[in-house]
């Protein structure tokens, strides 16, 4: 029992029982005293251990003597006390301290009003044995539980789990026993805050106070409903009645650990479990746009909750950014205005949560089960579903959506992160655990994200206008991490060329699906930590500007250092080993004159005297890794040289469209029909787009067959992407 809780039950004895105050001794003049006979010896001591031992003879005795007082004093209700008349004595008999002992009185009084719906300031004769008998109560179960959580460790947090619960069920049965059924009583109503702040400056650290004062309001209202800042008898009965399922979810869901399961899918299986609680913890009388708690209050408790973070790691958090994702998320992934949060919509959440869960379960469990030949290197065609008795708690419904998804990343994604690195731009297949299940947690959030943005409503299917819509809704999150473009107007189109055209699953239609933007924002991600790391790297020896927190670096010395940095100083070579190959054997300055492109498309202004700041870094070896992305696709024969017979039909077949509306951007009234493999070739080997001269030429002679390198699968992007920029810098 901590040093409050002792405190709050040594007050009630200080305040209830006359014995050891010396008040006998003393003429009443405004109350009449009666003077009794001891009838048992209490022990006020015994009240410092209330969690620590059975202390039922001593609450028997402060009973009586409880009984004996109310008997013995003469006040304004015959029927029972009021707190002004004990805390009239207690003013003038008590010595020392009394305004601890009052406040105390406020606790108890409220409680009784509250828990068996008496009057306020009041405790009426025949709720006395009642609320022993919630002591006596508290005390047998109380003691047990600390007990177990005394003895818990890894070894048997899980045996002991069982007998937590059953102790919590008995213990708000017994309580119920008690409280319910006195809905005849006079129902007052009592302000939550000020009852929560009565009993948190007994029971918790003052620095946690405002936490609790936060989070109070939110559960309440959302496990029994009403008013945030009022609390009734029939609202406290119900909170009651889903205290030990609450505290279940709490136990299973944050208490227990990874290292309290001998196998990890146990967790996994019992976090799963906890969060399917939770929509049946939610008051069932709600309407679905009935408002649950808004986007201030969860920011006021966001706040709390970083501060003490922030105290236990030493250093500094702001709420700025949670602010910027909710605002931005909350519309499109659960509906509504981001203000407020109703019935409907935190079912939603909890969904979203059960989801993200399952997916961890079954993905886990799964590969476990078939890790050994998921592991070689070689393409995997899929696996045979499992009984459904290998996931309880999943739906035969659940289970084939997972094990399909499961499939399609078997069969269709290439490159894998390894598990605390980056991920792999390599022929090699380097499938592990986490990296399967970070694929299916963005595919999944990729589903829920583009499903309002999508054209069609059997799969996603984004368009470069839709995607100018979904990027300008997320402008926020973007500026957050400085990939927002100074030119918005052909942001959509170049992720759409990036997405749908230079990623190992791009299919080249102009239309983004949930696979091509799982990869682009799984690349981008990489692309923010490699950009992370050189930026380290580059401040050792390049000149960053003003402010060392938003560095600008000189086109030049990053040109200079960033393939040392790159390969000898980060070792990066593990991650893109065909990039290596291609500057060892093209020679710096091939490879120069390939970095030198990749600027160009890569930038929002290619201009050699403006500094590289972070997005242009970003931008830049994104483009890098896209390029690599698409180059290891199509090079079948592991070469590290795309062949004419890996150029046509292979890559024409998914930038043909691209290349037919990159033509009709230069010149509308031009027909293409039939030319669309000349423009494609010739623009793959001269980096160039023809004129129709050139394309007649081209299209009626020979050299149709050549070796593509890296700078010949960038000029396609780089005219793509060219065009729209000249487009854009030359309007008035």
């Known amino acids: 029992m901590n040093k409050t809780t002792s405190k709050i039950f040594a007050l009630i004895v200080s305040i209830l029982f006359i014995q050891g105050c010396d008040f006998a001794d003393k003429p009443a003049k405004d109350l009449e005293l009666y003077r009794f006979q001891q009838q048992c010896h209490l022990d006020t001591e015994a009240f410092s251990h209330f969690l620590e031992r059975d202390i039922t003879g001593d609450i028997n005795c402060l009973e009586i003597n409880f009984n004996q007082f109310m008997a013995g004093v003469t006040t304004g209700d015959s029927h029972g006390i009021r707190q002004n008349d004990l805390v009239q004595f207690v003013r003038k008999y008590f010595d020392g301290d009394t305004q601890s002992i009052i406040e105390s009185l406020d606790i108890l009084f409220s409680l009784n009003t509250l828990l068996l719906n008496d009057y306020e300031c009041r405790i009426r004769s025949q709720n006395i044995k009642p609320i022993f008998d919630v002591l006596r109560i508290f005390n047998h179960y109380l003691v047990k539980i600390k007990k177990i959580y005394e003895e818990i460790d ?300 999508s054209e069609s409503n059997q799969a996603i299917q984004i368009s470069m206008k839709s995607l100018e819509r979904l990027l300008w809704d997320f402008r926020p999150l973007l500026e957050e991490f400085n990939l927002w473009s100074v030119y918005p107007e052909t942001f959509a189109r170049n992720t759409i060329l990036l997405g749908d055209l230079f990623q190992f699953q791009s299919d080249g239609n102009l239309l983004l699906n949930v696979d091509e933007a799982s990869e682009y924002f799984i690349l981008v991600v990489n692309a923010v930590t490699v950009k992370d790391e050189v930026t380290k790297e580059l401040l050792k020896i390049c000149d960053f500007g003003a402010d060392i927190d938003n560095p600008e670096f000189h086109v030049t010395c990053f040109r200079k250092n960033l393939t040392t940095i790159l390969f000898k100083k980060l070792g990066y070579q593990e991650y893109m080993p065909k990039l290596y190959d291609y500057l060892v054997n093209a020679g710096s300055e091939v490879f120069q004159n390939y970095l030198h492109k990749v600027e160009y498309f890569a930038r929002d202004i290619p201009d050699e005297n403006i500094p590289l700041g972070s997005r242009d870094l970003t931008l830049i070896l994104g483009a890098l890794l896209n390029i690599e992305s698409t180059f290891i696709r199509f090079d079948t024969d592991k070469n590290n040289i795309i062949n004419p017979a890996e150029l046509c039909p292979p890559a024409f077949s998914v930038y043909k469209k691209a290349i037919i509306d990159l033509v009709h951007q230069r010149d509308p009234e031009i027909d293409v029909s039939g030319f669309e493999k000349s423009i494609f070739l010739y623009l793959v080997k001269k980096m160039e787009i023809p004129t129709k001269y050139q394309l007649a030429i081209y299209h009626l002679s020979g050299g149709k067959k050549f070796n593509s390198h890296r700078a010949n699968i960038g000029a396609i992007l780089y005219n793509l992407i060219k065009m729209n920029k000249e487009k854009l810098l030359n309007q008035p």
């Open 154 to 453: 890894d070894s048997n947090a899980l045996y002991y789990r069982s007998i937590i619960e059953q102790l919590l069920n008995q213990f708000t049965a017994s309580i119920l026993h008690i409280i319910q059924g006195r809905e005849e009583g006079p129902n007052i109503v009592l302000n939550t805050n000020n009852i929560l702040k009565q009993i948190l400056d007994h029971f918790l650290k003052k620095s946690n106070n405002e936490l609790v004062l936060k989070i109070a309001p939110i559960v309440k209202v959302a496990l029994s409903g009403g008013d945030p800042d009022h609390i009734s008898y029939a609202e406290s009965l119900l909170l009651i009645k889903k205290a030990a399922k609450l505290l279940m979810v709490y136990v299973d869901g944050f208490y227990l650990q990874k290292e309290h399961f001998k196998n990890i899918n146990g967790f996994y299986q019992t976090q799963l479990q906890a969060a399917n609680q939770l929509p049946g913890l939610l008051n069932q009388n709600f309407r679905v746009d009935d408002v649950l708690f808004t986007h201030q209050q969860i920011m006021d408790l966001a706040s709390e909750v970083i501060d003490v973070l922030a105290e236990e790691k030493n250093k500094k958090m702001t709420t700025s950014f949670l602010d910027k994702i909710l605002k931005t998320i909350k519309p499109i992934a659960v509906g509504g205005e981001y203000e407020k949060y109703t019935y409907k919509e935190v079912l939603c959440l909890f969904k979203h949560l059960s989801d993200v869960l399952e997916i961890r379960f079954f993905n886990s469990l799964t590969w476990d089960y078939y890790e050994k030949s998921l592991i070689v290197n070689a393409p995997s065609y899929g696996v045979t579903p499992l009984p459904p008795s290998h996931y309880p708690g999943l739906s035969r419904e659940k289970l084939y959506s997972l094990h399909k998804v499961f499939n399609i990343i078997l069969k269709q994604y290439r490159f894998f992160k390894k598990e605390n690195g980056l991920q792999y731009y390599t022929h090699e297949y380097k499938r592990n655990k986490a990296s399967i299940m970070e694929v299916a947690y963005y595919r999944w959030a990729m589903g829920i994200v583009g499903k309002p943005y």
